[in-house]
Each structure stands twice: as structure tokens, then as C-alpha cells.
T-cell receptor
Framework: NAGVTQTPKFQVLKTGQSMTLQCAQD?????MSWYRQDPGMGLRLIHY???????DQGEVPNGYNVSRSTTEDFPLRLLSAAPSQTSVYFC??????????????FGSGTRLTVV | GENVEQHPSTLSVQEGDSAVIKCTYS??????FPWYKQELGKRPQLIID?????GEKKDQRIAVTLNKTAKHFSLHITETQPEDSAVYFC????FGGGSNYKLTFGKGTLLTVNP
């Protein structure tokens, strides 16, 4: 049982490049989400999904796309990287009860630098 | 949407002292309030949570109190130890009635416990 696995752990992109941050969980959690963490800003929700085929926007969705074709995977796509997207990205999942019943399980994070 | 304010942003205490971190929320419909601990370079982990039908919850040295009327909740850590040093995040959410399980986080408190 690996929990929530994020890849890569570190990434440097040039402005304008695109990439996909991977997130996979093996706990059969229906709920998955992506947060970004910036100094002094806490954790801000980018996108979330309440089940396969269902996604919705969070607080800061611009510049990011997501899809949820399977229960296990929830990739985050950066369409055209900008320096403002330099951040640490966390994927999190939870059971059908939502974060209330079991809390979020976070991945180990991806540190992204856009130059 | 929900807005969560967290204070103080930094807190330094001597080992053995108590630490208190306070949060306020804006949406009176919020009914779930978790606290997460994030050690340097690590992922956030749930340490305690409280639901709106409860005023206080304890787990060994940590406790959380909730005042629904004033819309604020607090984390209390007693007999602090150096390993309590971390960033602590509060969060708020609404569950039930077709809600979407989104957690809104505060900006975090850096707690330093000095030996």
C-alpha cells in the first residue's frame, strides 16, 4: 500500500513549456485534489475530483488542466508554464466520506521551478 | 467562498510551555475543521479534527476547541517538545447536502519549540 504517489519530485521548466504532474493512489479513494503551496500563502486548491469522470475547479485553476479517467490517477497538466507557477504541488486523496471522515492523505509533493 | 484566517504566523515557545494557534472562518455553514502538521520538507499530515456538533476534542497533548457563534477554532498543544516544531495549518469545509468536500486552508503557523 503506497498511499498517494507523486512524480516527479523535482522539475525545472522553461517558460512556455508544458508538462504533466502525475498523481496515483492505491487506496480506492473517490476524492482527489491538487493544491499548490507558496510561502506565506498556505495550501490553495487548484482542481479536484469527486470520482472518475468528474472534475471541478478550485480557487486557482487558471493555467492548469486535469482529467480523471480512472479512480487511481489524477494528473495535473500545465499548459504553458509561467514563472508564477513556481511552487510546491501536492496531490491529496480521501475516501467517499470526504476529508471529514478520514482526512486527506497527501502525496510527498512536486517542487516545480519555472525559469 | 470560505475564507480562513490563521494567527499567529510564527510562534516561538520554550520546551514544556503551551502553544495556542487560532483560526477564524467566514462561512457559517462550515461544519468540519481539521488541523494539519507539516514538518520541513515533508507532506502535511492530519493531527486532529473537529466537527461542528462538538465544542472540544482532545488527543493526548493536543486539543482543538470550536466556537461556532464566534466562528473561530483553536489548536492547543501542551507540554511542547522540540519534535512539535513544524508548520501547522487549520482548515474549514462544508459537508453534507451535496457539498463538494473542498477544504479551505489558513496560511499556516510556524511553531518553533526551543530546547
Amino acid at each position: 500500500n503506497a498511499g498517494v504517489t507523486q512524480t516527479p519530485k523535482f522539475q525545472v521548466l522553461k517558460t512556455g513549456q508544458s508538462m504533466t504532474l502525475q498523481c496515483a493512489q492505491d487506496m480506492n479513494h473517490e476524492y482527489m485534489s491538487w493544491y499548490r503551496q507558496d510561502p506565506g500563502m498556505g495550501l490553495r486548491l487548484i482542481h479536484y475530483s469527486v470520482g472518475a469522470g468528474i472534475t471541478d475547479q478550485g480557487e486557482v485553476p487558471n493555467g492548469y488542466n486535469v482529467s480523471r479517467s480512472t479512480t487511481e490517477d489524477f494528473p495535473l497538466r500545465l499548459l504553458s508554464a509561467a514563472p508564477s507557477q513556481t511552487s510546491v504541488y501536492f496531490c491529496a486523496s480521501s475516501s467517499t466520506g470526504g476529508p471529514r471522515d478520514y482526512g486527506y492523505t497527501f502525496g510527498s509533493g512536486t517542487r516545480l521551478t519555472v525559469v | 467562498g470560505e475564507n480562513v484566517e490563521q494567527h499567529p504566523s510564527t510562534l516561538s515557545v520554550q520546551e514544556g510551555d503551551s502553544a495556542v494557534i487560532k483560526c477564524t472562518y467566514s462561512d457559517s455553514a462550515s461544519n468540519y475543521f481539521p488541523w494539519y502538521k507539516q514538518e520541513l520538507g515533508k507532506r502535511p499530515q492530519l493531527i486532529i479534527d473537529i466537527r461542528s456538533n462538538v465544542g472540544e476534542k482532545k488527543d493526548q497533548r493536543i486539543a482543538v476547541t470550536l466556537n461556532k457563534t464566534a466562528k473561530h477554532f483553536s489548536l492547543h498543544i501542551t507540554e511542547t517538545q522540540p519534535e512539535d516544531s513544524a508548520v501547522y495549518f487549520c482548515a474549514a469545509s462544508i459537508f453534507g447536502g451535496g457539498s463538494n468536500y473542498k477544504l479551505t486552508f489558513g496560511k499556516g503557523t510556524l511553531l518553533t519549540v526551543n530546547p
